[in-house]
């Protein structure tokens, strides 16, 4: 296991010895199903609403990044976005996931949405079950990233994709120059354990780790972990500025513990992620602005006008049509378009 940098993750390491484990098992598997506010996928769509448009733009910008596109795949799909919104856009749309619950979600989703053209496996991204040059569009939006070998990710999509076949990537760019970590603690609830979980950031160079402690379910461990909420709601998630949801509850509550494990992801600056997909053998590799940028900035210039949602529509259409053609500077967080060569 790497270096230690926090008293909390030395503790965790000694006293738990956790095992390693991956996101996809230790975090988004026990993620509680929550009420979804994705437009059109969970709610109606309403274009006056600030979020609505600037989603209804990164649609967009999807759509015309991939124009020309048949057959789509949305690596790391979640629960189906963006695949379902893309779904009306193309012939066909495959989205894959390593979580069986995100899985699950997704397909209800879709069902509900009666989309007739998705299909959705669960699948790492690292390892997909597909033959070499099964899509002309692949699209990953913040899940690269989580996988434990991004590279290879990186490999199975060049390996997917055919020839001439486009990719347009979202990630967490790591830019900022601020050394140090930082932390937060988060929780979670399920039949087997009460689930602490604790992250750790690293900007420079850019990584994450993730611990979590895994709780008896007892009636003693319940108020604690109703506290517990109450605490982070109150005075926030990093244990730093409120050592009740640090150590304090950690050794308190140390005979509770039954378990723990970990993972760590590795992160990418934007220009790190550009060289490496022209190294693994990407073409015209490109940091491009989003439409969705277009449209954060624009919203609050359009809004008091009182337009309609058919008007809106135009001015999304329209932004994401000046946001293909204009490139970014490396730092500020926008997506990578590139394309493998034929």
């Known amino acids: 296991m790497a270096k230690k940098y926090t008293a909390i993750e030395t503790w965790i390491v000694q006293e738990v010895k956790p095992v390693e484990s991956n996101s996809a098992e230790q975090t988004y598997e026990r993620l509680e199903k929550t009420p979804g506010n994705l437009p059109v996928i969970d709610l109606p769509q309403n274009l006056n609403d600030e979020a609505h448009f600037i989603e209804e733009a990164q649609i967009g910008d999807f759509a015309l990044r991939l124009a020309g596109a048949q057959k ?15 779904a009306p856009l193309f012939d066909s749309v495959t989205g894959i996931d390593a979580s069986s619950r995100r899985v699950a979600r997704a397909t209800a989703n879709a069902e509900r949405l009666q989309l007739k053209n998705v299909t959705i496996k669960q699948m790492s991204m690292t390892e997909m079950n597909f033959p070499d040059n099964s899509f002309d569009g692949v699209v990953a939006a913040s899940a690269v990233e989580q996988t434990p070998d991004p590279y290879q990710a990186l490999r199975e999509i060049f390996r997917v994709l055919k020839p001439g076949g486009k990719f347009q990537i979202y990630f967490e760019a790591y830019d900022g120059e601020e050394k140090g970590v930082s932390e937060r603690v988060f929780i979670t609830e399920n039949e087997d354990c009460y689930g602490y979980h604790y992250v750790l950031k690293h900007q420079m160079p850019p990584w ?104 809106l529509k135009t001015i999304v259409i329209a932004l994401a049509n000046l946001a293909v053609g204009i490139d970014a500077p490396a730092g500020q967080g926008e997506p990578i378009i590139t394309i493998k060569p034929k």
């Open 72 to 86: 789509v795949l949305d690596v790391g799909c979640g629960d189906g976005w963006p695949l379902l919104r893309l």
């Open 208 to 311: 994450e780790r993730n611990y979590l402690v895994k709780f008896s379910p007892t009636p003693e461990m319940q108020e604690e972990f109703r506290r517990l909420s109450n605490l982070i709601e109150r005075l926030g998630s990093v244990p730093a500025q409120a050592p009740e949801i640090g150590l304090e509850f950690l050794e308190r509550n140390q005979k509770y513990i039954i378990g723990g494990s970990w993972y760590e992801l590795e992160h990418f600056t934007t220009k790190a992620m550009k060289e490496t997909l022209e190294e693994i053998g990407f073409s015209e590799v490109r940091i491009s602005y989003s439409a969705a940028t277009f449209a954060r900035h624009f919203f609050k210039e359009i809004n008091p006008a009182g337009l309609t949602e058919t008007q």
